[in-house]
């Protein structure tokens, strides 16, 4: 069974700062997405990583895979209010059939 | 950009009746759409995967006969929650993969929360 865990699960930060949340994985994956979701809002897609030593970066957001290693991250740099929100990883293995089985979930909150 | 929309975005109905959400993929013919459900502060769990002119596959755990779902079009999908109670309050969200197109995209609608009383 494929378990998909983030870590952390709770991230209280002070804008300016910079942090990384993490997500890992159990099974052989070449995708994972990453997903921004909003209170009482549905998801957001942030990236799509399609291969070993993917990385995208979208102003403030940075995402690499590591399929080696079973893990992604997503990077904040000098966070801004805007940026406070639940952030999902989510990984495919079956492929032609894109179900996503998606991680724990990262509730990000920026202080000002 | 490909539009997913789901109606209604919000319903309250009575603990024993049932409620249909449509996933509509407004621009793009989906062959293929996921039904998913979120509790409150968890994660999406894929509850299953429906195809067009086929049945669905359901996870497991997931009461097929709960959870009616029909994709009679390439851009139509239901959920039909049978005999609700409040244990199914939740919020649903549908997403569609758009048929003939980038393999691993999917296209997420807004959520349909539902609460049985």
């Known amino acids: 069974e494929l378990k998909v865990e983030q870590n952390p699960l709770f991230l209280s930060m002070q804008e300016g700062k910079n942090y990384t949340i993490y997500c890992n994985y159990s099974?052989?994956?070449?995708?994972l997405y990453w997903y921004r979701q909003d209170p009482g809002k549905s998801l957001e897609s942030l990236f799509v990583?399609?291969?070993?030593?993917a990385v995208k970066q979208e102003g403030r957001l940075m995402a690499s895979l590591d399929t080696k290693a079973r893990l992604s991250t997503l990077h904040i740099t000098a966070a801004v209010h805007d940026l406070s929100a639940t952030y999902f990883c989510?990984?495919?293995?079956?492929?032609?059939?894109?179900?996503?089985?998606f991680g724990t979930g990262t509730r990000l909150t920026i202080i000002p | 950009g490909a539009v997913v929309s789901q109606h209604p975005s919000r319903v309250i109905c009575k603990s024993g009746t049932s409620v249909k959400i449509e996933c509509r993929s407004l621009?793009?013919?989906?062959?293929?759409m996921f039904w998913y459900r979120q509790f409150p502060k968890q994660s999406l769990m894929l509850m299953a995967t429906?195809?067009?002119?086929?049945?669905?596959?359901?996870e497991q755990g997931v009461e097929k006969d709960k959870f009616l779902i029909n994709h009679a079009s390439l851009t139509l999908s239901t959920l039909t929650v049978t005999s609700a109670h409040p244990e199914d309050s939740s919020f649903y969200i549908c997403?569609?993969?758009?048929?003939?197109?980038?393999?691993?995209?999917?296209?997420f609608g807004p959520g349909t929360r539902l609460t049985v009383t």
């Open positions: 997403s569609a993969r758009e048929s003939g197109g980038v393999f691993y995209e999917q296209y």
């Open positions: 099974t052989t994956s070449d995708r």
């Open positions: 990583l399609l291969s070993n030593g």
């Open positions: 989510a990984v495919d293995i079956s492929f032609g059939n894109e179900k996503l089985t």
């Open positions: 621009d793009f013919q989906a062959t293929t």
């Open positions: 429906s195809n067009e002119g086929s049945k669905a596959t359901y």
